[in-house]
Nanobody, 116 residues
Framework: QVQLVESGGGLVQAGASLRLSCAASGNTFVINTMGWYRQAPGKQRELVVAISKSGRTNYADSVKGRFTISRDNAKNTVTLQMNSLKPEDTAVYYC??????????WGQGTQVTVSS
């Protein structure tokens, strides 16, 4: 099993920045990709960005140029720097890790609210 603990999030005004962090523990050797998803009220959970163990990234078009993911494989952590936040970025953000056999693990979620 892998446990994911998120930190960060909060309420900010449009144009501000926030940073989310996620730390993995447990059987971290099974982790391949890590990343962030988000779910807004009434919408499906969607990928924000994922990063492989080698550092390859996959960003959603809506966040390209504004969000940056980084990963520390030695510490099993992933950080999401969110700049130029927009009201449409408001959602619950979930840390995700995917194992080499395709198992998904999820954090508890952290609320990000961007006011206009």
């Amino acid at each position: 099993q892998v446990q994911l603990v998120e930190s960060g999030g909060g309420l900010v005004q449009a144009g501000a920045s926030l940073r989310l962090s996620c730390a993995a523990s447990g059987n971290t050797f099974v982790i391949n990709t890590m990343g962030w998803y988000r779910q807004a009220p009434g919408k499906q959970r969607e990928l924000v960005v994922a990063i492989s163990k080698s550092g390859r990234t996959n960003y959603a078009d809506s966040v390209k140029g504004r969000f940056t993911i980084s990963r520390d494989n030695a510490k099993n952590t992933v950080t999401l720097q969110m700049n130029s936040l927009k009201p449409e970025d408001t959602a619950v953000y979930y840390c995700n890790s995917n194992s080499y056999v395709g198992t998904d693990y999820w954090g508890q979620g952290t609320q990000v609210t961007v006011s206009s």
